[in-house]
């Protein structure tokens, strides 16, 4: 299971992450890959058009996520209503057959903008084979481009696709696209305001219970169609970082949707679906942020559009703390902390 947030920041740049979450864990990598560049396919080779990179694992060069030098971004998540179609079939139709897990890589390589995007599909229709023995995953795809639009791409149609212009930059799993957009109807109630007018409930006078009251009636379980709730919500009320803060906020907002492990167990065998690794994108800078859920240790790259050969970059597995250290604050910094927290306090009223 995975989740799909973009922020906006104050300055206008567009910043893209995603959760991914599975029953198993590989130890995953950043991928960069030139301009020029023969891809390598399970069956074929392909020139790259553009330089791009995002996260893989080393035997393969398909992604789950990545971002392009045009500032192009996105992912692939798990979709249980996705199908596919036998390759004669598509061959027949004049088609380009497609494994689904080539698609992120195929697209981020080849195409700029989502209007680039939603031409292509309708040439690409993905093959019912296997991609690695074993491994058949069914998936749909989110992309983000630098002028800011959204598309949602669903193969559910005998592996040709659904797609979805405008749409609001959330993703997550099953059902499909049309339903959590239309989910989002049973949430109109929520605020990203506290409910500071008081109800009258016979002669009883009812006040919020401290405060966070706007968001009564979140969905606290981990099911798709609630991470998808709270991801456009949550999102939508979150104080608009600056570029400086907006990793950071993405970061903040995507927590809300990482499933730990055990929260999910699968079976009496206590297999947990559980968050793998967090990513997030600057589309501006064109940077990738990675951190796996073992760790809280964030690791970044920023893509090398001069780059010549292909490139894998290690995303680090370990803890960092920092060592505290003795503060020796003078007497002047302490009143001046004093005045500012009495100015703080004073101002605010308490009910």
Request: hydrophobic share 35%; net charge negative.
């Given at each position: 299971?995975?989740?799909?947030?973009?922020?906006?920041?104050?300055?206008?740049?567009?910043?893209?992450?995603?959760?991914?979450?599975?029953?198993?864990?590989?130890?995953?990598?950043?991928?960069?890959?030139?301009?020029?560049?023969?891809?390598?396919?399970?069956?074929?080779?392909?020139?790259?058009?553009?330089?791009?990179?995002?996260?893989?694992?080393?035997?393969?060069?398909?992604?789950?996520?990545?971002?392009?030098?045009?500032?192009?971004?996105?992912?692939?998540?798990?979709?249980?209503?996705?199908?596919?179609?036998?390759?004669?079939?598509?061959?027949?139709?004049?088609?380009?057959?497609?494994?689904?897990?080539?698609?992120?890589?195929?697209?981020?390589?080849?195409?700029?903008?989502?209007?680039?995007?939603?031409?292509?599909?309708?040439?690409?229709?993905?093959?019912?084979?296997?991609?690695?023995?074993?491994?058949?995953?069914?998936?749909?795809?989110?992309?983000?481009?630098?002028?800011?639009?959204?598309?949602?791409?669903?193969?559910?149609?005998?592996?040709?696709?659904?797609?979805?212009?405008?749409?609001?930059?959330?993703?997550?799993?099953?059902?499909?696209?049309?339903?959590?957009?239309?989910?989002?109807?049973?949430?109109?109630?929520?605020?990203?305001?506290?409910?500071?007018?008081?109800?009258?409930?016979?002669?009883?006078?009812?006040?919020?219970?401290?405060?966070?009251?706007?968001?009564?009636?979140?969905?606290?379980?981990?099911?798709?169609?609630?991470?998808?709730?709270?991801?456009?919500?949550?999102?939508?009320?979150?104080?608009?970082?600056?570029?400086?803060?907006?990793?950071?906020?993405?970061?903040?907002?995507?927590?809300?949707?990482?499933?730990?492990?055990?929260?999910e167990k699968i079976d009496e065998t206590g297999e947990s679906d559980r968050?793998?690794?967090?990513?997030?994108?600057?589309?501006?800078?064109?940077?990738?942020?990675?951190?796996?859920?073992?760790?809280?240790?964030?690791?970044?790259?920023?893509?090398?559009?001069?780059?010549?050969?292909?490139?894998?970059?290690?995303?680090?597995?370990?803890?960092?703390?920092?060592?505290?250290?003795?503060?020796?604050?003078?007497?002047?910094?302490?009143?001046?902390?004093?005045?500012?927290?009495?100015?703080?306090?004073?101002?605010?009223?308490?009910?």
């Amino acid at each position: 299971m995975c989740t799909s947030i973009t922020l906006k920041s104050k300055e206008g740049n567009m910043y893209w992450s995603r959760t991914l979450d599975e029953t198993f864990e590989e130890t995953v990598e950043i991928k960069m890959f030139p301009k020029n560049y023969p891809v390598q396919g399970k069956d074929e080779v392909f020139e790259s058009k553009y330089s791009f990179m995002g996260v893989g694992v080393s035997f393969s060069d398909a992604l789950a996520d990545g971002i392009n030098e045009k500032g192009l971004v996105g992912g692939l998540l798990v979709l249980v209503e996705s199908n596919w179609s036998s390759r004669d079939a598509i061959l027949a139709e004049g088609k380009k057959p497609m494994y689904g897990e080539e698609l992120v890589t195929w697209i981020l390589s080849q195409y700029s903008t989502v209007a680039e995007i939603e031409e292509a599909m309708k040439d690409i229709v993905l093959v019912d084979e296997d991609y690695i023995e074993g491994a058949h995953f069914p998936l749909h795809y989110c992309f983000t481009d630098s002028n800011h639009e959204h598309i949602v791409l669903e193969p559910t149609e005998n592996g040709h696709f659904k797609v979805y212009r405008d749409a609001i930059g959330i993703l997550t799993n099953s059902p499909e696209y049309p339903f959590h957009i239309s989910n989002l109807r049973n949430y109109m109630h929520l605020s990203g305001y506290d409910r500071n007018e008081p109800n009258l409930i016979r002669n009883e006078v009812v006040k919020q219970i401290g405060s966070g009251s706007g968001l009564l009636g979140l969905p606290g379980d981990y099911t798709s169609p609630s991470r998808f709730v709270k991801g456009a919500y949550l999102s939508e009320f979150a104080d608009q970082p600056t570029d400086a803060e907006a990793i950071t906020a993405l970061y903040r907002v995507s927590r809300s949707v990482a499933i730990a492990p055990g929260w999910e167990k699968i079976d009496e065998t206590g297999e947990s679906d559980r968050n793998i690794y967090w990513s997030g994108y600057d589309q501006n800078e064109l940077t990738i942020y990675v951190q796996p859920a073992s760790t809280n240790t964030i690791s970044k790259v920023k893509l090398d559009t001069d780059k010549s050969t292909a490139t894998s970059y290690e995303v680090s597995y370990n803890d960092s703390f920092f060592e505290s250290v003795e503060r020796r604050a003078s007497r002047s910094d302490a009143e001046l902390e004093r005045t500012k927290f009495e100015k703080a306090v004073s101002a605010k009223v308490f009910k």
